[in-house]
């Protein structure tokens, strides 16, 4: 075997996965783990650990796992991550611990993603138990919001001994892994369902169907609840749309609605009463991971599927193993083209979307090239459906209805980025809801320093 | 039907609504909050059989459950944040067509608790099908009731006896709140514009979340794109784009749907959304 090579991984081939929700990618059998753990160096000083925004201690379980010890593997990374076999899928690992790999300069980094959702689930399918905590010290903390931050938080304060409950409006715990990634990237009731019983077999309670700033006050909870402390991880779930001509012809939608559909609701199964318009040519216009899986869901449903990004292939901001996945199942890329009209027949349903050619001009605030739009250049692509993957915001509903709560002009919450302190004495936050739309693993880091500072907090209170 | 749920019972006001769903493979529908009761913690629903869902909840029990009930949602109408003495100067009427009759009672109960007596129109197909007469009548200041078939009360639709009301009897409203059907809300919105009365409208697109995650019920509101469930329910009626959301809720109509409404029609008589087409 060859020390450069990181061992494949086996997947459903593109023509079959094509047709089914089923997950892509199928995972290590366990010699296959143990053949890439070998290729660890086990470095003196890790820069992938430096990367890990929870900090796994990654060496030590990769160890494990080369000795065939998997329960003690599942141990390490237990004790940084309540979510590792969410993580092992659908971190950007190549910019993260991968990207700093020392195997990486001169060939393939060790596929620590890979590894680590081995190790997750094979303590799922064994039982294995990671429910220890200390003894309850009868304090209670309230947790906005069970997606990845609010999850984290959650399960890092019940290890410490804290009564945890957290409120979720919708009504299944899981934010963005329920109803935005789809199920053939992260299953639901296997892994996510698990992940969720694991943060509830702390202690942790979860009450669902409760919307904080309608059904309840942040202030009702501290005041008459008696929570001592508040943990705001609400996301960023507010869509964006372009607010062109057409856009709210029959046939248009948020990625989120049609991914709420498919995803949360079902709407691709049978049985289920959720209807989806499935579409039988359908544009997606963004180049994020939302797009990519918007636009596989409508592929898997049937549709003929376009990608509308207004940059160029090297900008697309979704990560690289989706985008090959997408281009691997026939899905088609405009890239340097962004929509100006959306067109729609006399009864008002979308027939086709007008685009611009674009060209990439000097680079902007962020660093990437500015795209400009070639004159003259209009051309129109004919579908019956469109998706609107332009990215999300918070939703102002928890800033507004709750006095002293400070927001910034993008509506995300003001909080220090050590801690999560927010302008309310004994309110935190972090997630989307602070940084805007990110990475399920920046949520992760982000509850994960938030209940350190809140277990400080309640210590000196 | 009354529902036990006390965290929404405590926070709910009037013009604000839910989301309820059946089971594990239900989907999710909006309804009114009819009415509720803050100290037995429960919210009454009111609700018309119309397709799979509502079928399935007509055939509910006392001791049943749903799977899912969450609210309250939405903005609470505007006038429970005016002053009170000024709301009293105001001659208020409230048109509710089929259904909404439901979401109009908690709006006048609460303005009747505050001392103001707001009239009504209640309007539906024929005698059997009317809602809330006497819950309404204990609250209204006048109630008047409209019947397709003048079976009961007035006969013919909203619209006309409230042209009725303002033209024959020379009433002077400076307030109409119409909660119905949207053909009924729309056709209410271009009489009034007439007159120049303030209408305030309930409108009731496709949702799914509810909470403003993912824009389904996007409606035009004085050229500018809102979300019905966390802007409004509530809207400025003659800044709505009705024609825009009225198309836009026959998006998930099936072939099924259609034809379970026509065969409605038939048997009650009773055109759906299409009776006010003298008006066209």
Not at chain 1, 186 to 209: F, R, S, Y
Request: hydrophobic share 40%; aromatic share 6%; charged share 25%.
């Amino acid at each position: 075997m060859e020390i450069k090579k990181r061992v494949p991984v086996m997947e459903q081939a593109p023509e079959i996965r094509r047709t089914n929700f089923d997950e892509v990618c199928l995972g290590y059998s366990e010699a296959e783990a143990v053949e890439e753990a070998k290729r660890c160096l086990h470095c003196k000083k890790p820069l992938c650990v430096t990367q890990c925004p929870v900090s796994i201690n990654i060496p030590d379980f990769i160890e494990h796992v080369k000795e065939r010890e998997f329960e003690k593997a599942a141990r390490v990374i237990a004790e940084s991550s309540s979510l590792p076999a969410v993580c092992g899928r659908v971190c950007p690992q190549e910019i993260q611990c991968e990207g700093q790999c020392v195997l990486g300069k001169k060939g393939d980094a060790v596929a620590i993603g890979k590894l680590e959702r081995f190790v997750a689930d094979w303590s799922r399918e064994n039982n294995i138990d990671l429910s220890q905590t200390l003894p309850k010290n009868g304090r209670k903390v309230a947790v906005i919001g069970a997606g990845p931050s609010g999850l984290t938080c959650a399960g890092d304060l019940a290890k410490l001994g804290y009564e945890v409950t957290i409120f979720e409006a919708l009504h299944k715990a899981g934010g963005v892994l329920v109803y935005g990634i789809p199920e053939f990237r992260l299953p639901k009731e296997t892994v996510v369902q698990h992940e969720v019983d694991n943060v509830k077999a702390l202690g942790v309670k979860i009450e669902t169907n409760v919307i904080v700033g309608r059904t309840v006050s942040v202030d009702e909870l501290m005041q008459e609840e008696g929570f001592e402390a508040v943990f705001i991880g609400s996301g960023a779930g507010l869509p964006m749309f372009m607010n062109i001509p057409g856009e709210n012809s029959n046939g248009v939608f948020s990625a989120n609605e049609y991914l709420t559909r498919s995803n949360l609701m079902k709407a691709f199964k049978e049985g289920y009463d959720t209807p989806i318009k499935a579409g039988k040519k359908v544009a997606v216009v963004g180049g994020g991971n939302v797009a990519m899986d918007a636009a596989r869901t409508a592929l898997r449903l049937g549709a003929e599927v376009h990608i509308v990004y207004r940059r160029s292939q090297a900008e697309l901001p979704a990560r690289a193993e989706e985008v090959h996945h997408a281009i691997e199942e026939g899905i088609h890329f405009n890239l340097l083209c962004n929509p100006v009209e959306i067109l729609a027949d006399e009864k008002g349903w979308v027939k086709g979307i007008r685009c611009i050619r674009m060209e990439l001009g000097e680079p902007d605030a962020s660093g990437r090239r500015r795209p400009v739009e070639i004159p003259n250049s209009a051309f129109e692509i004919e579908v019956d459906t469109v998706i609107m993957a332009l990215g999300t915001t918070p939703n102002p509903l928890i800033s507004s209805t709750t006095r002293g709560l400070e927001a910034n002009k993008k509506g995300c919450l003001i909080a220090a980025e050590e801690t999560g302190k927010t302008t309310l004495e004994g309110v935190f936050a972090g997630g989307d809801a602070v940084t805007g739309a990110a990475t399920v693993i920046l949520a992760m880091g982000a509850g994960k320093k938030a209940a350190a500072a809140i277990a400080a907090y309640l210590k000196n209170k | 039907m009354d529902v036990a749920a006390p965290r929404v019972a405590k926070s709910a006001n009037p013009g604000q609504f839910v989301i309820v769903k059946m089971d594990e493979k239900g989907e999710r529908i909006p309804l009114t909050i009819c009415d509720y009761d803050k100290i037995a913690g429960t919210v009454t629903i009111v609700f018309q059989t119309v397709g799979a869902s509502t079928k399935k909840m007509a055939l509910l029990a006392e001791g049943d459950y749903f799977s899912d009930f969450v609210g309250p949602l939405g903005q609470p109408s505007e006038f429970i944040e005016e002053n009170i003495e000024e709301l009293k100067q105001k001659k208020i009427i409230f048109v509710a067509g089929g259904v909404g009759a439901a979401p109009v009672y908690p709006q006048i109960k609460w303005l009747h608790e505050h001392g103001i007596a707001a009239d009504a129109i209640v309007g539906c197909k024929s005698k059997d099908y009317l809602l809330l007469e006497k819950e309404i009548k204990a609250v209204a200041g006048k109630l008047y009731v409209a019947t397709d078939d003048g079976s009961y009360g007035y006969q013919g639709f909203v619209t006309d006896l409230l042209k009725d009301l303002i033209e024959k009897e020379g009433q002077k409203y400076d307030l109409v709140i119409a909660i119905g059907p949207m053909i009924m809300m729309k056709f209410i919105t271009l009489l009034t514009k007439q007159y120049g009365i303030k209408t305030i409208v309930s409108m009731n697109p496709v949702m799914v979340d509810g909470t403003g995650m993912c824009g389904g019920c996007r409606l035009t509101v004085g050229g500018e794109t809102r979300f019905a469930c966390v802007d409004g329910p509530e809207f400025d009626g003659h800044l709505v784009d009705f024609d825009e959301a009225m198309r836009r809720s026959t998006q998930y109509q099936t072939e099924e749907g259609r034809a379970e409404i026509e065969r409605q029609e038939k048997e009650t008589g009773h055109v759906c959304n299409l009776g006010l087409g003298e008006h066209n």
